[in-house]
């Protein structure tokens, strides 16, 4: 135990854990509208862009994160022309994006005499050699992502959900369209040293998805899901931390482990409140009693009725039958027999 408590107070974790943090924060902000856009994987795409932006960067001795940054951006903007100007459908822009990124980064790469090796720290991330600089640059990225998401929650929100309707209320869809896909193409960078570029989706999509088990409203989900991530990008990184010295446990691989985690807890969980939800709804009342039905307890516990007019309980239409509001569930006669619905 005291060795892994010093272990985290090595100047190399609490960067790690700094970088860890305000990833975990930002990535699944900008994740929401994706997800809300059905453009999930998006990230993956703008993930294979960076890469070529990566290898730029290494072979021209520039900073590889905003080499990664503009190509990011480039490429967003791209997907987004082709997308809005529908000169191809938006999974064949995608696929543009994961095969040309990916080929050029390598190609770039050879062709400055640059070993593909130094690729795979942007790959898989490599959180643990992150530097002060790194840090710093971020900690600022992902201000300015939470800044943006947060504040332009109601017009992002309006754009992703539904374009008519944003258009008809004087927004400006072209551009928060192309603000939405430059956020993107941010985020991936940010995450490029924590959870690798060909994990980056993950980080932004898992994180979401957890929080829409468990809340009903966007803005809700919006916080939940930067709450699920740093959580995950925290508790992923301790988790890689902990393992034995005798394991290599790569700690992007353990943030996103940790995600799966947190949404297989969340799923059941969701299910059983959408189920108590809609049990509890309200029900509009029928204009005009149904037809007295006998009802039979199955089990044969002597708790037999009629259910119509003055029964006590509840009738709920339900298609082209009447459901009965009865104990906290609802059930229909269908011929001999009833069903739960």
């Known amino acids: 135990m005291n060795d892994y408590l010093d272990l985290l107070s090595m100047e ?26 059905r453009m999930s994987l998006m990230g993956d795409g ?22 990664a940054v503009v190509a990011a951006i480039l490429g967003a903007v791209a997907i987004e022309l082709i997308r809005e100007r529908g000169l191809s459908g938006g999974d064949v822009a995608l696929a543009l994006l994961f095969y040309g990124g990916l080929a050029g980064g390598i190609f770039v790469a ?7 090796s130094k690729l795979q720290q942007y790959l898989f991330g490599s959180i643990t050699t992150i530097s002060w600089g790194d ?11 939470l800044v ?33 896909a430059i956020l993107a193409a941010i985020s991936v960078t940010v995450a490029m040293r924590t959870v690798g570029l060909l994990l980056v989706s993950a980080l932004m999509v898992i994180p979401v998805a957890t929080a829409q088990q468990v809340t009903s409203s966007f803005r809700r989900t919006l916080w939940m899901s930067m709450t699920v991530g740093m959580t995950a990008a925290v508790g992923g990184l301790l988790t890689a931390a ?18 799966l985690a947190i949404f297989l807890v969340a ?21 005009e009693a149904p037809d007295a ?6 089990d044969d516990t002597g708790h037999t009725h009629l259910h119509g007019e003055d029964c006590g309980h509840r009738a709920v239409p339900h298609g082209d039958h009447v459901d009965y509001l009865h104990d906290g569930h609802r059930h229909a006669p269908h011929g001999e027999h009833y069903d739960e619905h």
């Open 12 to 37: 190399f974790m609490v960067r790690a854990l700094l970088a860890a943090f305000f990833t975990g924060l930002a990535v699944p902000a900008v994740g929401t509208y994706m997800v809300q856009r």
């Open 46 to 67: 703008l993930g294979h862009v960076a890469v070529t932006g990566v290898a730029i960067g290494l072979v021209t001795s520039a900073s590889p994160t905003w080499t």
């Open 110 to 116: 050879g062709l400055g005499g640059q070993s593909t």
């Open 135 to 145: 840090v710093l640059v971020t900690v600022i990225l992902a201000a300015v992502l």
């Open 148 to 180: 943006l998401c947060v504040g332009l929650a109601p017009q992002l929100f309006a754009v992703a959900h539904d374009q008519e309707f944003a258009r008809v209320s004087g927004l400006n869809t072209r551009f928060y369209n192309l603000l939405v």
């Open 242 to 259: 902990g393992a034995p010295s005798s394991a290599d446990v790569a700690p992007g691989a353990s943030i996103v482990l940790v995600a």
């Open 267 to 287: 799923w059941p969980f969701g299910a059983w409140m959408r189920r108590r939800d809609r049990l509890n709804a309200p029900f509009p009342l029928l204009d």
């Open 293 to 298: 039905v006998p009802h039979t307890d199955p």
